[in-house]
């Protein structure tokens, strides 16, 4: 009996130093991972203070029809909306942001490009990776200068475009939504005049008395 004690007290003994062995070896590991994270804060606040945002207002300052905004909180993101002057059909927004990435042994700094409706192809962004002890801030610096100008070179590309000019869009007189005559579910015609509708029901709607819409809206002819 005295033996089995002594091999039960042995194991328990043994048992309990193996978790606490583990437990500091996970202590370890999330202090480490803590460390690292705040080191990743500091280095990405520094990166997006001196390269990102500075830039991102120029192009502010440099458009007409360019609107910077950063999100609140601690997300290091920055967005251009481009076009607010509506020179085109289009949505667009531009944005470069930073993440970790390898449980935040590295920072990557990558862009995003997004254009409302996607009529055309065009390159949706790219992204830079580096090992955090080894950050090279003029390669940095000329990556985002060169997705800025890509960015706003199809931002001024777009107002050429056949496809979001203005002029190529018409209003729907009875929901007022803006269409492309080709994209249009339905037509019809009054007084010579073509009129271009989003849905059946706009068109019957209109037919059945046209002259409730036209009140308002004279109509597009494009004939």
């Known amino acids: 009996m005295n033996e089995l004690r002594d091999r039960i007290r042995d194991l328990l003994a ?11 070896a996970l202590e370890r590991a999330m202090a480490e991972r803590r460390n690292r994270r ?16 500075p830039r991102m207002r120029l192009v502010e300052a440099s458009l007409e029809d360019a609107r910077y905004e950063r999100p609140g909180g601690r997300a290091l993101r920055a967005a251009i909306h481009l076009n607010l002057a509506r020179k085109y059909e289009a949505e667009v927004t531009f944005w470069i942001a930073i993440r970790p990435e390898h449980d935040y042994e590295r920072l990557t700094v990558f862009s995003r490009m997004r254009v409302i409706p996607r009529l055309l192809e065009y390159r949706h962004g790219g992204h830079v990776s580096m090992d955090l002890s080894a950050i090279d801030g003029v390669a940095l610096a000329r990556f985002v200068d060169d997705e800025i100008v890509q960015a706003i070179g199809v931002h001024l590309q777009l107002r050429s475009e056949a496809a979001y000019r203005l002029d190529r869009k018409v209003t729907d007189p009875v929901c007022g939504m803006r269409i492309d005559p080709v ?30 819409y036209l009140l308002s809206d004279p109509g597009e002819d494009l004939d």
């Not at 130093?17 to 437990?23: D, L, M, V, Y």
């Not at 015609?189 to 209109?206: I, L, M, N, P, Q």
């Open 183 to 212: 994209d249009a579910v339905a037509t019809a015609t009054h007084d010579g005049k073509s009129y271009w509708f989003c849905a059946v029901v706009c068109r019957d709607e209109f037919v059945a008395g046209p002259g409730r």
């Open 38 to 53: 705040r080191r990743f804060g500091a280095v990405a606040a520094r990166i997006f203070q001196d390269v990102i945002e």
């Open 14 to 24: 043994a048992h309990s130093a193996a978790r606490a062995s583990e437990q500091e």
